[in-house]
C-alpha cells in the first residue's frame, strides 16, 4: 500500500499561485504587507493544521497581528467536536461584520472541521454574505489557489471537496511556539466512536510517511525546539493504513535516538490499541515523558460498548496496570464524556470509581454533545441536561479529590520542568512530567531551559516550589 499525498505536480502549482498572490497583495496594498490575524479552535492537531496554514500565509506576504479589528484577513479554524465550539465561532464571526464596513479590502475566511459539515457551509452561504473564503479540512494545502481564485474572480469560494490523498509535504510551518513542537503523524480516524463528528469531518486514518516525519523531528531537534508532541487520532494505529502493524513504538525509538536535549510526548493513544510493547518503547526511552493521555470516556462496560470503544473496563484497567508496572512514575490522564446516550445514573458511577482506582493526573470532561450524522444522535436521549449537569459536577468534584491528593504526594519531590514562561505574579512557570503546572521564582535566562524543581507548596492544580541542585 502507498501513502497518500499531494503530487509533487500539484505542489508546484500551490507554488505558482501563492507567487502570484504574493504579487496581487503588493498592488493591492500598494507594497505594504496585509495583516493576517488567524484563530485555532480546538484540538491540538488543529492548532498544527492552523500552524501549516499561517505558513502558506507568511509565504504570500502576510504579516501577523492579534488584532482582528486591524487584518486584512481574518482566519478562524474551527472544531466540530462538540455543539458549544461550533456556536463560539457562529458568535464571533457575527460580530467581524462590523470590521468590513471600516476594511472593505477584509477577507473574512473559516476552514477546519466545522466547515467540513455540508449542513454548516449550507448555513454560512446563506446566513453569513460576508464570509469570503470557506474551506474544509482536506484542501487546506490548496489554500494559495483558493485565495487566488478569490482576489482575481471576486464573489465568494467555498471548497469542502472530500479528498484524501491530501498530505501535503514540504510545506513551511509556522510554529506558534518558541520552543515546543507539534508534529502530526497521521491524519483522519477509522474507529467511528457512535459520539464522535472526526471520522466524518477528517476522513480515514492517513499515516504520513515514516522518513517524513523523521525528518522533520532531526530538523526541530537540530533548530533547539525542547518538546516535540507527536500528534494523531489514534496514534498508536500509525502506519496500519499502509500494512505495517506496531510501528509507532518503532517510530517513538527511532525519534528517541535523535541526537538532543528534548523531550517527547504524544497523544491520543486509543486504549483498544495501546499495545505492551508501545508501554515497553515508553518505558525505554530516556526522552519520552513517562506521560500516558488514554482517554476512556465511560468506566462503564456496557455504556463503552455502545460508544463502539471496542474495549472494557477490565482491559482498560489491565492496561494501565502493566503501564504503572513498567513505569511506576506514570502520569496518566483522560478524557470522560458524561450523560451519553441510555447512559444511567448507575453506569455513570462507574466512571466516579474508575477515576477514583486509575488515580488520573488530570481529567478533560465534557458532557454528551449530539453531532448530525452519527449514530448517537439518534439514540434514544432521556436524561435531562439537568441530571446531566449534576453528574457532570459529580464528577468533577470527584477528580478534584484525586487530584488534590496526587499533588500532595509531590510534597518534597524533585522534578525536571521545561520553564515556559513568567506569570502575571512574576513567577516562572512549566510543566512537569506529568504535564502539572509548577510555579517557581527564578531568571529569565531559565525560559527554554530544562530545570529541577523542587516541590514546596502542592495544591491542587498546580504545584508551587523552588529551584533545586541538578539531580
Ligand atoms: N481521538 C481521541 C479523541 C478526539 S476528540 C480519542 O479517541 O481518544 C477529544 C475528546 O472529545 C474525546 O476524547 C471525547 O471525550 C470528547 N468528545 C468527542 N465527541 C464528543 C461529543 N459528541 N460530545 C462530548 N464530548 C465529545
Ligand atoms: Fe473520535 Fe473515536 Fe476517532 Fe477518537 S477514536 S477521533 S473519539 S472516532
Known sequence: MTVLAVSQEQLNRQFEYMTEVRRLLTERFGGEAPKAFSHTYGCQGNVADGERINGLLEQMGYEFTDRPDEADFILFNTCAVREHAEERVYGNVGRLKEFKKTNPNLIIALCGCMVQQEHVAKRLKSHFPYVDLVFGTHVQYRLPELLYRLLTEGGRVFDITEDDDDIAEG???????????????????????????????????????????????????????????????????????????????????????????FLIRFMTSHPRDCSHALLDTMAACEKVEHHLHLPVQSGNSEVLHRMNRHYDREKYLETIAYARKKMPDLAITSDIIVGFPGETHEQFLDTISLIREVGYSALYTFIYSPRVGTPGASMPDPVTATEKQQWFEELQFAQEQVAAERSAGMKGKTCRVLTEYRNKAGRLCGRNPENTMVEFEGPDELIGTFVDVKITEPLTWILKGELAERV
Open 171 to 261: 510545506l513551511r510551518v509556522r510554529h506558534n511556539h518558541p520552543f515546543k513542537a507539534f508534529l502530526p503523524i497521521s491524519y483522519g480516524c477509522n474507529n467511528f466512536c457512535t459520539f464522535c463528528v472526526v471520522p466524518h469531518v477528517r476522513g480515514r486514518e492517513r499515516s504520513r510517511k515514516y522518513e517524513d516525519i523523521l525528518a522533520d523531528a532531526r530538523a526541530l531537534a537540530a533548530s533547539g525546539y525542547k518538546e516535540i508532541m507527536l500528534l494523531g487520532q489514534n496514534v498508536n494505529s500509525y502506519g496500519k493504513d499502509f500494512g505495517e502493524e506496531e510501528l509507532f513504538p518503532k517510530l517513538l525509538k527511532d525519534i528517541n535516538d535523535i541526537p538532543g536535549d
